[in-house]
């Protein structure tokens, strides 16, 4: 009886403890299209980084695994490594492809095991100090494929070691959901860095127009702004340097120290702070001067410190620019009140993501924008601060003029009138030659005859179409058409005559293409090619047809000459399994040869059976 309840005491304590040892287990509903894994995560902090995926499994285990109550883990700048595991199984009754993604490209080193019952742990290795040619997915964040098989577990733990903010935004994805998510970041940066340089662009004229350092100092702002985002987000590595990760760590510092260096220099420069607070300018001057620093160690230091040592600069810097400004307004000078309201945005978007980086604010949509939000706000309002500026110059200049004579301002207003005038005349002029342009570009791809496409423009666009189909394996289709017996009927009626069918030729071709994507062209005196991308062999045959019997009832009358033509046609439709689009030309005109020499008048498009090939 003792034993009895003895073992009923260990089976109670096993079912206790057992479970401790594994990840929570998901089920994946059907029709999931995006799922958030931080609620659901269970992370492991590993102090010492000794920890092994083996170690993990043992059922005994003793891990203190801590449930998340975040909806992405955050945990700052930290030297530890971190695990992560949890347990997914499909609700449904067909296996399904998902993309699991970490959307932070700064993390060094990644490692994911999925584990399946009765297999051997598979490892996929990631990060930022890995080149970006061994990703298996080439994306600028971290993108895993996972297939969930309905009644089958399978464990992912995650292993997270980086240098930078260690931050885990883990997310299941569907293909559809991720490419629509994805292009909708996509456009949101686009937009954020398209401001950017937009601004620094029309900023770096008026820099070269008035030769003023404060429109240089704002074009460096603005171009330091989109280099720390494309850093962020990973773009400079997939683009600019995919097989040096080293330049990675580097990268960030160097951005970031150049948004300490050039507000500094360019609030000193805008708000005259060399003359008005000396004080305040050489404060401004030392923290340039500090970001210098920050900027070399980036090459000849430790990462973590020397970002945590910026972004400290970035918060002060901005603090001291911030009431550089207040100052500056209490002081009454005109343009300090615009440049503070622009330097609000950048104050409060800052800290928000500073706070965010160093782990005392959650990983949120807000924290992790909010420098591009406010960055993108303090620019445009920096913009209309500098031009404010000018205009305020401007209208001081104005009134000075008043003081001259009546004539002196008639012939100013004239002036005026005088280049809005050249301006009118200017764009109409643009879109005249804008009109003339495009009527080149079209008569450059059109045969003049035929109204058709000409052969170079068919050549350019087949190959484009030929290696689409052989991306997508999709069929496409080519018909080759000749007239017969032009040269005949060239030395029978005449060359007007005979250009009088080759345009009638094009025109009943022309009529005979439906789909904006088939192409007709001429391609070479009497013979003509139509191509049909996505279209199977029955399609082609359909369209062949139509265009044989419209030239079999249409009559082309010239003077009192009425003429009928016929034309052969070789037909060659596949689905491209190679890269060699000269191929299906070639078959194509086979056909065509094929066609004139069973008699004209009809279609082919096989060649081993002519009589089941032909169509009269």
């Known amino acids: 009886m003792t034993i009895r309840i003895l073992l009923k005491l260990l089976a109670v304590c096993g079912l206790l403890i057992v479970p401790s040892a594994y990840a929570q287990t998901l089920s994946i509903l059907p029709d999931t299209q995006q799922l958030v894994l931080g609620p659901y995560l269970e992370y492991l902090e590993d102090a010492s980084g000794s920890y092994q995926i083996d170690d ?84 600028p964040s971290f993108l895993f494929p996972f297939e969930a098989v309905p009644g089958e577990d399978a464990s992912l733990y995650l292993r997270v070691a980086t240098s930078s903010s260690l931050q885990i935004p883990f997310t299941l994805w569907r293909g559809e959901a991720f490419i629509q998510k994805d292009y909708e970041r996509t456009v949101g940066i686009s937009i954020f860095i398209g401001i950017m340089l937009v601004m620094a662009a029309y900023n770096f004229l008026l820099f070269i127009s008035v030769r003023e350092a404060s429109y240089f100092y704002y074009v460096m702002y603005a171009l330091s702004m989109v280099g720390l985002t494309a850093g962020i ?14 330049w990675n760590d580097p990268f960030l510092v160097l951005a970031l120290s150049g948004m300490v260096l050039f507000p500094c220099l360019f609030t000193r420069s805008f708000l005259n702070m060399s ?11 030392l923290l340039a001067g500090l970001s210098i620093l920050t900027a070399v160690g980036s090459f000849v230091l ?26 500056r307004w209490y002081d009454g000078y005109y343009a300090a009140r615009y440049y503070n309201l622009a330097w609000s945005f ?61 004539a002196q301002r008639k012939l100013l207003q004239m002036q005026i009138k005088l280049n809005q005038d050249l301006d009118r005349l200017i764009q109409a002029r643009t879109s005249e030659l804008e009109k003339a342009n495009e ?24 190959s484009k179409e030929y290696m689409l189909a052989h991306r997508n394996r999709w069929p496409i289709a080519v018909l080759m058409i000749d007239i017969d017996h032009f040269k005949e009927l060239n030395d029978t009626h005449g060359h007007l005559t005979g250009d009088l069918c080759l345009a009638k030729a094009g025109e009943l071709i022309g009529q005979s293409i439906q789909r904006p994507s088939d192409l007709a062209a001429r391609y070479g005196g009497e013979e003509f ?17 139509n265009i044989l019997q419209a030239f079999r009832r249409t009559e082309v009358t010239y003077g009192e000459k009425t003429i009928r033509m016929t034309v052969s046609i070789g037909v ?31 279609v082919v498009w096989q060649c081993s059976n002519p009589s089941a090939s032909s169509m009269n």
């Open 56 to 139: 993990l499994l043992q059922a005994g285990s003793a891990h203190p695994w801590q449930k998340s109550d975040q909806k992405i883990l955050n945990f700052g700048y930290t030297d530890s490594v971190y695990w992560v595991r949890l347990t997914l199984n499909q609700a449904g009754t067909q296996p399904q492809r998902y993309w699991l993604e970490v959307a932070y490209p700064a993390l060094d080193h990644i490692q994911l095991y999925i584990v399946r019952p009765g297999q051997s742990p598979q490892l996929i290795e990631v990060g930022d100090r890995l080149p970006y040619q061994q990703r298996l997915v080439d994306h």
């Open 233 to 246: 987000e990973g773009i400079t590595f997939k683009f600019l340097w995919p097989g040096q990760p080293a």
């Open 275 to 285: 003359k008005a607070r000396p004080q305040l300018s050489w404060l401004l001057l």
């Open 302 to 327: 430790d990462y973590r410190l020397m970002m945590v040592t910026t972004m400290l600069l970035t918060m002060v810097s901005i603090v001291i620019n911030f009431i550089s400004g207040v100052v």
């Open 346 to 406: 950048i104050l409060g978007g800052g800290m928000i993501m500073a706070l965010g980086k160093l782990g005392f604010l959650p990983r949120t949509w807000l924290t992790e924008h909010a420098g591009q939000i406010g960055a993108a706000l303090e620019i445009l309002l920096l913009s209309f601060a500098l031009a404010n500026r000018m205009n305020y110059e401007r209208k001081t200049r104005e009134a000075a003029q008043q003081e001259s004579a009546e």
């Open 439 to 462: 009527r080149l570009q079209e008569m450059s791809i059109t045969d003049e005859l035929t109204q058709l496409r000409n052969r170079r423009f068919f050549d350019q666009n087949y």
């Open 529 to 545: 090619i139509v191509l049909m991308p996505n279209t199977d062999e029955q399609g082609a045959l359909h369209v062949a047809e």
């Open 572 to 602: 060659a439709c596949q689905v491209p399994d190679d890269s060699k689009p000269e191929n299906l030309l070639k078959l194509a005109d086979n056909h065509l040869y094929q066609a004139k020499a069973q008699g004209r008048n009809q």
